[in-house]
């Protein structure tokens, strides 16, 4: 009875820290904290358009463009994320979870194996280099240890 306790107890810790792991809280003020998008996607008004000294518009125009930009673009992204955020965001989750799924199950197994069969194959390569290549360099040396290079200079 006690090891069934201790048991339900465990599978609760367990389901507690995995529940805690995946309800963080979430920074409502700062959104991008590791600025994965920090020169990408920061494009304002300045950035833009802009009138070379001796072409201007009219003052009035240029203020009411600068606001006709800044909010058209902010609310298009709103509506925009608004509409597709959820859904794309659905997809991305589907997409990393299929690659997690995939580097998991399938591609670090077949790195192990062929980790695995390569330590075969090396061991083999190395018995045959120490077989028939270590004996024919060290011939070699002992052939080329007796010459002396003598470097003279002529005048």
Request: aromatic residues 12%; charged residues 25%; proline residues 3%.
């Amino acid at each position: 009875m006690a090891d069934q306790y201790q048991f339900n107890s465990n599978e609760e810790k367990m389901v507690k820290d995995h529940l805690d792991r995946n309800t963080k809280e979430i920074d409502l003020i700062n959104r991008d904290p590791k600025q994965i998008n920090e020169d990408v996607v920061k494009v304002e008004f300045e950035d833009v358009i802009a009138e070379p000294d001796g072409t201007h518009s009219l003052d009035g125009v240029w203020k009411l463009s600068y606001t006709t930009f800044t909010v058209s673009k902010y609310w298009c992204y709103r509506i925009l994320s608004a509409i597709f955020g959820i859904p794309v965001a659905l997809l991305w989750g589907f997409l990393f979870a299929c690659i997690s799924f995939c580097h998991i199950w399938t591609v670090m197994p077949c790195i192990k194996s062929c980790l695995i069969e390569m330590q075969c194959i090396s061991r083999i390569y190395s018995l045959c280099i120490q077989t028939f290549c270590d004996p024919f360099f060290e011939a070699l040396g002992k052939i080329f240890s007796s010459v002396r290079v003598a470097l003279r200079k002529e005048v």
